[in-house]
Nanobody, 127 residues
Framework: VQLQASGGGLVQAGGSLRLSCAAS????????MAWFRQAPGKEREFVAA????????YYADSVKDRFTISRDNAKNTVTLRMNNLSPEDTAVYYC?????????????????????WGQGTLVTVSS
């Protein structure tokens, strides 16, 4: 699976952005997908994940109720809708994919379980 993230940019606090991840490869429909982010000087952290079927979604506490992850298997895309952004959301956002196996929160929220990574898209939130 090859991943291409897009949609990042500069937005004011309180604003919204929508990130997209376009995937290629015939196994996308059987792949769990996730977004991670890395802020300057910080480690990469989990943001949101969605199971291969779309039936399960998981969010970091810091983004729950503000971000929404969704997928369209027919279009091989995963979307992260981000609302009410704050400067603390400033980071490079990466989409990631893994072959579907066990669907648990621990598995889908752990970066080490993801094999395929996109190049990242920068989100900057100004105060």
């Amino acid at each position: 699976v090859q991943l291409q993230a897009s949609g990042g940019g500069l937005v004011q606090a309180g604003g919204s952005l929508r990130l997209s991840c376009a995937a290629s490869g015939r196994t996308f429909s059987r792949a769990d997908m996730a977004w991670f982010r890395q802020a300057p000087g910080k480690e990469r952290e989990f943001v949101a994940a969605i199971s291969w079927s779309g039936g399960s979604t998981y969010y970091a506490d810091s983004v729950k109720d503000r971000f929404t992850i969704s997928r369209d298997n027919a279009k091989n895309t995963v979307t992260l809708r981000m609302n009410n952004l704050s400067p603390e959301d400033t980071a490079v956002y990466y989409c990631a994919a893994r072959e579907q196996t066990v669907n648990t929160r621990l598995v889908l929220t752990t970066s080490g379980n993801y094999v395929y990574w996109g190049q990242g898209t920068l989100v900057t939130v100004s105060s």
